[in-house]
């Protein structure tokens, strides 16, 4: 059996490894590249559940490592990266409100406030000097910068991985602070899937009538029959 | 000042005078790999300086002493910064040397006379390069200091000995060097004019940064330069691998401990040398008004580990 504090160790080393994967989600104009460090953030999830079952030895942490391995490292990626290569998007360069730059030094800030605001609220509670302490914080600011990227972006699909990422913090948070029932996590990711299946699909052709859709899908080769050359 | 100090002082500087040119050329040469060319050797930088040095050098008629006098205050500052982190042996601090402030006005003032010497030759090129050089240089400044000032919370010390030789009265945990590893190595980036913000092998006039200062330097004047360069590149490194992996680096001064702390220190810079070339080649040079972001990247993370440490 490895030692608590090996195990926390390893813990906070995955704690910097999801910060940077935030950071570089907020910063970067490669589409391509932030499905994979969307993969590489869900990993990192799933080795911190992995982490504490170890600590704590509750099975539905367990439980949670899998699910969440098998669909936001595996399937909603694949899922995205498919769609970008039929799409052909390879940069987001195009921002509503806040630059790159700027919503790095937002979200410091957020960081920051909710840092305070969480340590008055759990003054004197046992959980304010440890690990969970840090991992609420980092849960909830996660989840705000994804939310800063789903509205600072101009592209769809973006738009979906910021909502991913913000999924992402509600997680990381839940792991740490409450625990919730294995059902809904479940219900959770069966959610997100479908809902990154319409965004990606809709996307194309949200404001349109079926018909007009219908021969979008196929101009942007997002559909093709059987036997036809695109 | 005793014996240790002063021998020190020889051996840290003439180790960093004999390393400097081949961690530039094995940059080079990590580079030309993943370009799926074989490069040139990795004692090339030697045989340039050498050739260099024996070069006549002429100077422009419009410059003036400022021209005759930089190429020997910027290889002074930076080996005088050199002393500042200890690369393979950890004297007693003496005086003001090690401390981290002092440590980057040096760099400034080296910067500030290159900047000079660009304006002074009256080429347009120089004076684009000087320009571009000042802008970034106020725009990092910030980000420099907040790191900096990480590292100082961190270790709770100003000393650069102190931190290396891990005497310092705190000790940072795994993840905050995780950290302070990535906002030093964009520092590195930034201040020895690499890939993203600046291309050291071109001499295409738009894009030319660091190179268009120096252009009108020649003969061992140019030498000295092309050397601070080499040398601030191996400091900076040097910073960034003793503070992460000060492993083997030697306390005592005997002739085994530094020779395995010689080559301990050759294998860890080429390690870094060959991270370096990876990320230049990975990646194209940055838009001007694009580098913010990165400098952006560095702040945020420092910041963050001067957050975690104040208030927990």
New interface residues.
Partial sequence: MIDTSTIE?II??L??GI??TA?YII?TRNLLSVVSVYAVQSLTLVFIALALYSLEGSLVLLAIAIITFFSKVLIIPYFITTIQERIRIKRDIEFHFL???TS??I??VL??VI??VL?RIMQGTPARESLFF?GAVLGISLMLMGMMVTFSRKRVITKALGFLSMENGVLLFGLFVTELPFIIEFLIIIDLIILVLLTTILSVGIDSTLEDYHQRLHRFHLWEEPGEDS | MNVDFILYIAINTLVVLAIAPLFVSMIKKVKAWTQGRSGPSVFQTYASLRKLLTKEVIYSPSSSRIMRITPLITIASILVAALFVPLIFVPEPVGGIGNIILFLYLLALARFFMALAGLDAGSSFGGMGSSREMSISAIIEPTTIIVFAALAFVFKTLNIFDMVSRMAPGLP???TL??IS?SLFIILIVETSRIPIDNPETHLELTMIHEGMILEQSGRNLALMELAAAVKLTVLMGLLINLIVPLGLATSLTLIGILIAVILFVIKGSILAGIIAIFESSMAKKRFFQL??LF??A???S??II?IEV??
């Fill in positions: 160790g906070r080393i704690f910097v910060i940077i950071a910063s630059n790159p730059t790095l030094l979200s410091m960081m920051l840092y305070m340590s840090f | 945990a795994a993840p995780i950290l990535i913010p972001s952006a990247m702040f945020f993370f910041t963050l957050i208030f927990s």
